[in-house]
Every structure is written in structure tokens, then in C-alpha cells.
């Protein structure tokens, strides 16, 4: 082939992988996330075949669209937080970004649960950021100062709980935002008992789910 | 028999029933949820035939043993905390006891689950006090007025969901109990965004796990 047909292949190809994986997490959103490969492929209006030449399995498909979801909406989201020049409002942003996408996609998330999928490279950026931002909304007395970096993991984790509480999709889960950063302000701010260390699972696992 | 022998009979029958579930619980913080009822019967001291004249069922034994849980260290608290000046301290009262609960026994609360033992009926009185607490607290100032039942319904969540992130047993929950409260006071509350309504599941159970 022609180097110019073999450019078209491959972008065909990307074409196609990005179709897969949008049918993917359409898929974990009405049906859950055990979704057979077959249904999946029906949805992205690809052949079997296709799908398993490039996912060869439940398991990598799940991976890929996690790795999909986070691209799309919180790697840029990262971005703007850390440059934006409230530390504080790039925390909120962040959080936010976060249970946006959680409250849209929980399934996408269970999903990549079940796989395996949910390592600490792929937490580690977003966790990273929100440890930065709040350190320096800390060091610009707008944020307690008595947080440290496990409180941030744990308030996601709590923030995350909520969502299970409300029929998705919706964003009713802005009103606990609110509620657990007026927590976070260092106005009136009580003494924090000590804080235990993560449990060992979470430690591996470094997700908030 | 005799009166006094059939009283005697009854004694010992209350006795056994109060073993049982005592080693229940026992057994559930030391293996989970799933504990066979031989296990417990050997725990207790009892044969497996006394266990099961009392017990026909592991969901009998799981619902007994909740019952037993809530008899102790829910009920009386109930008592207290409504009889305190301060409501908001009664309110944080009962928010820890509860969470003192869930966190030594979180598996006695999840054979209850399983068990389909969490019924509106056991959780009302203690969810009734929470809102009769808050509300008196709202009234006298010392919580946000614009708190409405349900939120506090999720704040229990929240906290309960935090114990997972924990190597149970032990008091770390205090710390992130006292950051919600924080979130609560009516000192510096931000605008609140709305509340939705609980998830139809939510208010079928009306259980915070």
C-alpha cells in the first residue's frame, strides 16, 4: 500500500476505536457496567470482529474508556485548576470536574472497577493537583490549614457517596460540594482530631471509590 | 413444671437468646458477614439445634442481632440526646453513636442488609431524632437554616462511607465528623444549591448505608 492508504488506514482506525469507546460508556450509562462486547459493537455500528481486533477483551475496553472519559474531561480540567490564579476556585473546579463526570458516568468508573483498570498512575495526576491547589489555597489563608493531603481523598470519597443517594443523572450533588467546603474554610474552623492513615487497600489502590 | 421452673426456663432461654447474639456480633467483626450459624452456635456455647429453636434462619440471627445492636447503644442515646439543652450537641451525640456503631460493627449492619433486615421501622426513630435535633438547633441558631431533612439523611452517608477508608476498628471517623459539622455552622454558611429528593431505593429503606 501507498503511504498515503496506509495514513487513511490508520486514521480509520483511530476513527473507529474512538466510536468504539463512546458506544462503550453509552452503554455502561443505560445498561450498567456488565454490557456483553456484542452490544457494545451493535452500538458503535462496528462489527465483532472489529471491536476484538482492537479491545480483546471486556476488560481492555473498560480501560480504554476510562482512559477516554479522563481525556476528555479531566485532563484539561487539571490544567485549568492549576492555572488558575484562586488556588481555592482551581480546588472547587476540580472537585467539581470530578463529580460531574462520576455523576454522569458511574458505570464507565464501576466498569473500569471491575477490570482492574483503576490504578495509581491514572488517579495519581488528579490527586496530585488537588494536594498542590490546596496547599497553596492553604498558604493563601483560604483554606484550613490543618488539612492534609488524606482529608482531600477522603472528602472526594464522601462527596462520591452522595451520588448514590440521588436518581443520576442530575447535579444534585453541588449542594454537598457547598456544604463540605464551607467545612474546608478557615473561618470558625474547630480543632480536627487526628488523622489515621488510609487504609491499606485504598493506599494501593489510591481510588476514591 | 412448676411456676418457678417455667420462670427458670424463660430466664434461661432469654440468657441463651443474649449469647447468641453477642457471639453473632463477635463473629461478623471477625469474619464478615457470612458467617455460618455453626460457627456462631460454637462461639456461643450452644448446641446448633438451640441455636436454630431460637434462630430458624442466618437472616433471623441477622436481624436479631441488629435489633440487640440498636437496643444497646442506639436507643438510650435516642433518650439522651433529645433530653439535652443543646440540641447541637444532641445532634452530635446521636451522629456519633451511630458511628461509633457502624465503625466497631460494620458487619453486623451489613448481615442485617443482606438479610433484608433494614427496614423504615428500625431506622425512623433514630432518623426522627436527628431532624427533631436539627431543627431545634436551627431554631436557637447554632446550625444553617437552610438544612432540610434529607441532608441530613446524606450526611450520615458521607460520614459512614468514610469508614471504608479506614483499617476499622478504631475513632478516626471523629476528625471528618467534626469537618461536616464545621460545614454546618451557620457562621460564614455560603448559598446552598437545591435539594433533590432520595433515590427511590433511599426511601423505600430509609437506611444511610
Known amino acids: 500500500v501507498s503511504i498515503d492508504a496506509s495514513r487513511r488506514l490508520r486514521a480509520d482506525a483511530a476513527r473507529n476505536s474512538e466510536r468504539i469507546l463512546h458506544a462503550a460508556r453509552?452503554?455502561?450509562?443505560?445498561?450498567?457496567?456488565?454490557?456483553?462486547?456484542?452490544e457494545i459493537a451493535r452500538r458503535a455500528g462496528v462489527?465483532?470482529?472489529?471491536?476484538?481486533?482492537?479491545?480483546?477483551?471486556?476488560?481492555?475496553?473498560?480501560?480504554a474508556a476510562l482512559d477516554q472519559c479522563l481525556a476528555e474531561e479531566i485532563s484539561p480540567t487539571i490544567d485549568r485548576a492549576l492555572g488558575d490564579d484562586d488556588p481555592r476556585r482551581g480546588l472547587v473546579t476540580l472537585l467539581?470536574?470530578?463529580?460531574?463526570?462520576?455523576?454522569?458516568?458511574?458505570?464507565?468508573?464501576?466498569?473500569?472497577?471491575?477490570?482492574?483498570?483503576?490504578s495509581p498512575k491514572i488517579s495519581g495526576p488528579f490527586l496530585?493537583?488537588?494536594?498542590?491547589?490546596?496547599?497553596?489555597?492553604?498558604?493563601?489563608?483560604?483554606?484550613?490549614?490543618?488539612?492534609?493531603?488524606?482529608?482531600?481523598?477522603?472528602i472526594l470519597v464522601m462527596l462520591l457517596s452522595v451520588l448514590w443517594t440521588m436518581d443520576l443523572p442530575g447535579d444534585?450533588?453541588?449542594?454537598?460540594?457547598?456544604?463540605?467546603?464551607?467545612?474546608?474554610?478557615?473561618?470558625?474552623?474547630?480543632?480536627?482530631?487526628?488523622?489515621?492513615?488510609?487504609?491499606r487497600l485504598l493506599r494501593q489502590?489510591?481510588?476514591p471509590t
Open 26 to 38: 453509552e452503554s455502561y450509562a443505560q445498561q450498567g457496567p456488565d454490557v456483553p462486547l456484542d
Open 128 to 154: 496530585d493537583a488537588l494536594t498542590r491547589l490546596a496547599r497553596r489555597a492553604q498558604q493563601a489563608g483560604l483554606l484550613r490549614a490543618d488539612l492534609v493531603p488524606d482529608d482531600l481523598h477522603r
Open 47 to 63: 462489527g465483532v470482529a472489529t471491536l476484538y481486533r482492537r479491545f480483546p477483551s471486556k476488560e481492555a475496553v473498560a480501560r
Open 96 to 118: 467539581e470536574a470530578a463529580m460531574s463526570m462520576a455523576g454522569r458516568e458511574p458505570y464507565t468508573l464501576a466498569a473500569a472497577k471491575h477490570a482492574g483498570a483503576l
Open 172 to 199: 444534585g450533588w453541588r449542594r454537598y460540594v457547598t456544604l463540605v467546603l464551607d467545612g474546608l474554610s478557615p473561618v470558625g474552623a474547630s480543632l480536627l482530631p487526628p488523622a489515621v492513615p488510609l487504609s
Open 205 to 207: 489502590e489510591n481510588w
